[in-house]
C-alpha cells in the first residue's frame, strides 16, 4: 500500500499478537514504533521484526519497560495512536495478586499519562482479554462487552494459574477507562479470546501449544478446549486497526469469529492431518463448558472476519512445521513447552 498513514506505537513488538500487529501495520502503509523491554547486553534477535517489508523506511524499535512508565514517552512520541498489547504477568503465583494488579495498572495508566502528554495521540486501543469477561456467575451460553470478570468471585471460588492474571485484567481495564473517561481521552479495548495461526516470533506462543494440545498430547490443556472462543492472528491484527481507525468505535469490543467444542477441533485435526494419532479419549474430556463471546458489536460496527478454525490450524501448523516444530519427541519443543504461557502477548 502506497504512502504513509502516519505513525503508530505498538507496545510488546516481541510477542505474538504485537509481532504480528506490526506487520500488518507496515503493510497498510503505517509507521510504526514498537517498544521492547530493555536488553542491557543486546543479546535479543529482533531480525523478524527488522526484517520485515517496509521494516528499514518505517520501523523504529524502542526500549522500555512497563515498571517504569516515562520510558515509553519517547515511543509514544509524534504518534496518533497506540495499540497497547504489552502487560506484566505472573501465572506461577510468584507475587500476591495485590502487588501484580497494581503494577498492571501503574503501567496502563502510565502509558494513557504519556498518550496525554504527546498531544498527538488520537486514540489508544488497549488490550483486555476472555479472562476479563467470563469469570462470573452469569448462566448464559454466550457473553457480550456487558459482562465482566467478577473479581469477588474469582478471588473467593476460583484457584487455578489464570485467577492473578484475570484479576489484573479486569481491574486495569476498568482503570484505564476510568482515566480516560476522567481525561477526556478516546480510549477503546479489544478483548481477544484464544489467538490461533501463523507466527513470525521465534518460538511457538501459548496460545498455539494450547490449541494443538491434541496434537501434542497435552493432557493439562485439553480442559481449555472444551468449548473454546477463537480467533485467528491476522483477524486480530486487523480488528486493532479497524479499531484504531473508526470514527464511532467506543467502549469495548470482543473478537472472537468463533466457539468450538474439542470434538470439533479432534475431528478437523483428524480430517486434514490424519498423519497425527490423536488418541479417541481426547473427545471425551469433560469440565466445565466455557460460554462463547460474542462480537456482535464489532461486526455491527462493520468488521469482517476472513478466517474460520480450520485457517486458524491450517496457518498455526504449517508455521510449526516451518520452524522445526514437530512433535514431542523434539527437545526444542519440550524446552519451548517449558517456557511458554496460555493465552496473552507478552512484552
Not at 491484527?237 to 469495548?252: T, V
Not at 490450524?313 to 523434539?330: F, H, N, Q, S, V
Request: charged share 25%.
Amino acid at each position: 500500500m502506497g504512502g504513509d498513514k502516519g505513525a503508530v506505537c505498538v507496545t510488546g513488538g516481541t510477542g505474538y499478537v504485537g509481532s504480528w500487529l506490526i506487520k500488518v501495520l507496515l503493510e497498510q502503509g503505517y509507521s510504526v514504533h514498537t517498544t521492547v523491554r530493555p536488553d542491557p547486553d543486546n543479546k535479543r534477535d529482533l531480525s523478524f521484526l527488522t526484517s520485515l517489508p517496509g521494516a528499514d523506511e518505517r520501523l523504529q524499535i524502542f526500549r522500555a519497560d512497563l515498571n517504569h512508565p516515562d520510558s515509553f514517552d519517547a515511543a509514544i512520541h509524534g504518534c496518533k495512536g497506540v495499540l497497547h498489547v504489552a502487560a506484566p504477568m505472573d501465572f506461577q503465583d510468584n507475587e500476591p495478586v495485590a502487588v501484580v494488579t497494581q503494577r498492571a495498572i501503574d503501567g496502563a495508566l502510565g502509558i494513557l499519562k504519556a498518550c496525554s502528554r504527546s498531544e498527538t495521540v488520537k486514540r489508544v486501543v488497549y488490550t483486555s482479554s476472555i479472562s476479563a469477561v467470563y469469570l462470573n456467575k452469569s448462566n448464559v451460553e454466550m457473553m457480550d462487552e456487558s459482562h465482566w470478570t467478577d473479581v469477588d468471585y474469582v478471588r473467593s471460588e476460583i484457584n487455578s494459574y489464570i485467577s492473578s492474571y484475570a484479576i489484573s485484567k479486569t481491574l486495569t481495564e476498568k482503570a484505564a477507562f476510568e482515566f480516560a473517561n476522567e481525561h477526556g481521552l478516546d480510549l477503546v479495548s479489544i478483548i481477544p479470546p484464544m489467538v490461533v495461526g501463523p507466527f513470525i516470533c521465534p518460538k511457538m506462543q501459548g496460545s498455539t501449544r494450547a490449541a494443538l494440545a491434541p496434537i501434542f498430547e497435552s493432557k493439562d490443556d485439553y480442559s481449555l478446549l472444551i468449548n473454546v472462543a477463537m480467533v485467528h492472528i491476522d483477524d486480530l491484527a486487523r480488528a486493532y486497526i479497524f479499531l484504531l481507525e473508526h470514527p464511532e468505535a467506543k467502549g469495548r469490543y470482543n473478537c472472537s469469529s468463533d466457539t468450538v467444542t474439542i470434538q470439533k477441533i479432534v475431528e478437523i485435526l483428524s480430517t486434514n492431518y490424519p498423519e497425527f494419532k490423536i488418541a479417541d479419549s481426547v473427545a471425551e474430556i469433560e469440565g466445565a463448558k466455557l460460554p462463547g463471546l460474542s462480537s456482535k458489536k464489532l461486526l455491527d460496527l462493520g468488521f469482517k472476519f476472513n478466517y474460520g478454525v480450520e485457517d486458524m490450524y491450517d496457518g498455526a501448523i504449517k508455521c510449526c512445521r516451518e520452524k522445526g516444530i514437530r512433535g514431542l519427541e523434539d527437545e526444542y519443543l519440550r524446552d519451548m513447552m517449558m517456557h511458554c504461557l496460555c493465552f496473552l502477548p507478552r512484552f
